[in-house]
C-alpha cells in the first residue's frame, strides 16, 4: 500500500515535500509493531509448567493437536479507506468477530496508536476445545493521513484424551482350584483440576510467546519461574 513517487532534478519544490512526508513517517517509526512489541513483552509465562504440560502432551492427556501463528502487517493504509481495512480484516483472518471488529472502531478516533488484546479460553469437556491469542494495533502519521496496522495471532485446537479405566475381575470354580481374571476397559471423560486448567493456559500462553518470537514479532519472552508468577488474564469461556 504504499506509494511510490518519482521526482525530476532541480525539483526542488517537490523534492523539500518528499522530505517532509518521509520525516512524519519515520516520526510514526512503526508504531504499530511498537504497540504489539511492548505489550507482548509484558506477558508473564512459565517455561517451566509449560515443559511439564509438554511432557503430559507426550503421554496421555491429549488426543488431538493442531496449532497455527499469523502474523500481518501493512503500512501506509490512507485513513479515508480505513472502514473498507478493517472490513477486509475481520472477512480474512480467523480471530476477529463482530464484537472485536465494533471495538476497532477505536482507530477512527486516535490520533497516535490504538491497540486491542484478544484472549479467548474455551475447554469443552469430551470435545475439541480451542484457544486464541492475539493483539491488533493501529498507528497513525502525525499528518493524519496513513494508518500502519499489525495483527498477530496464535492458535491451538485440541481434545483432551478420555481417562482409559482397567477393572479387573477374578473368578474361581471347584473351590478354588480353577482360577481365572478377566479385565475390562471403558473409557471415561477426564475432569480437569484448577491447577492442570492454569497450568494449560500457561502453556498455551508461552506457545503463542514463541509463535511471537520465531515469527520476529518480538526479540524475546517475559520468562518466570512459575505460574503463580505470571499474570493470569484470560478471558474464560467454557
Known amino acids: 500500500m504504499a506509494e511510490n513517487t518519482s521526482h525530476c532534478p532541480g525539483d526542488i519544490a517537490n523534492v523539500s515535500q518528499s522530505t517532509?512526508?518521509?520525516?512524519?513517517?519515520?516520526?510514526?517509526?512503526?508504531?504499530?509493531?511498537?504497540?504489539?512489541?511492548?505489550?507482548?513483552?509484558?506477558?508473564?509465562?512459565?517455561?517451566?509448567?509449560?515443559?511439564?504440560?509438554?511432557r503430559q502432551m507426550q503421554g496421555e492427556l491429549f488426543d488431538k493437536w493442531q496449532e497455527n501463528c499469523e502474523v500481518v502487517k501493512n503500512t501506509m493504509i490512507?485513513?479515508?479507506n480505513i472502514n473498507e481495512y478493517l472490513d477486509h480484516l475481520q472477512e480474512a483472518y480467523e480471530g476477529i468477530d463482530e464484537q472485536t471488529r465494533k471495538k476497532m472502531n477505536g482507530v477512527l478516533f486516535?490520533?497516535?496508536?490504538?491497540?486491542?488484546?484478544?484472549?479467548?479460553?474455551?475447554?469443552?469437556?469430551?470435545?475439541?476445545?480451542n484457544a486464541r491469542y492475539g493483539m491488533i494495533a493501529f498507528g497513525r502519521s502525525?499528518?493524519?493521513?496513513?494508518v500502519d496496522c499489525m495483527y498477530v495471532m496464535y492458535r491451538m485446537d485440541f481434545k483432551i484424551a478420555p481417562k482409559k479405566i482397567v477393572n479387573n475381575e477374578e473368578h474361581s470354580l471347584l473351590w478354588g482350584l480353577i482360577t481365572w481374571t478377566t479385565s475390562s476397559e471403558k473409557n471415561e471423560e477426564r475432569s480437569l483440576g484448577l491447577r492442570t486448567i492454569e497450568q494449560l493456559k500457561n502453556f498455551f500462553r508461552c506457545k503463542a510467546m514463541e509463535g511471537f518470537r520465531d515469527n520476529g514479532v518480538i526479540e524475546t519472552?517475559?520468562?518466570?519461574?512459575s505460574i503463580e508468577d505470571a499474570a493470569n488474564d484470560d478471558i474464560i469461556k467454557s
Do not use: H
Request: charged share 30%; glycine share 4%.
Open 221 to 225: 519472552i517475559n520468562y518466570v519461574k
Open 78 to 80: 490512507r485513513f479515508s
Open 110 to 129: 486516535s490520533e497516535g496508536t490504538w491497540e486491542y488484546k484478544m484472549m479467548e479460553w474455551k475447554f469443552n469437556k469430551g470435545e475439541t476445545s
Open 20 to 54: 517532509a512526508s518521509t520525516a512524519a513517517i519515520d516520526q510514526r517509526a512503526d508504531s504499530a509493531a511498537d504497540a504489539v512489541k511492548k505489550c507482548l513483552l509484558s506477558v508473564k509465562v512459565s517455561r517451566y509448567d509449560a515443559s511439564e504440560v509438554e
Open 142 to 146: 502525525p499528518d493524519g493521513q496513513f
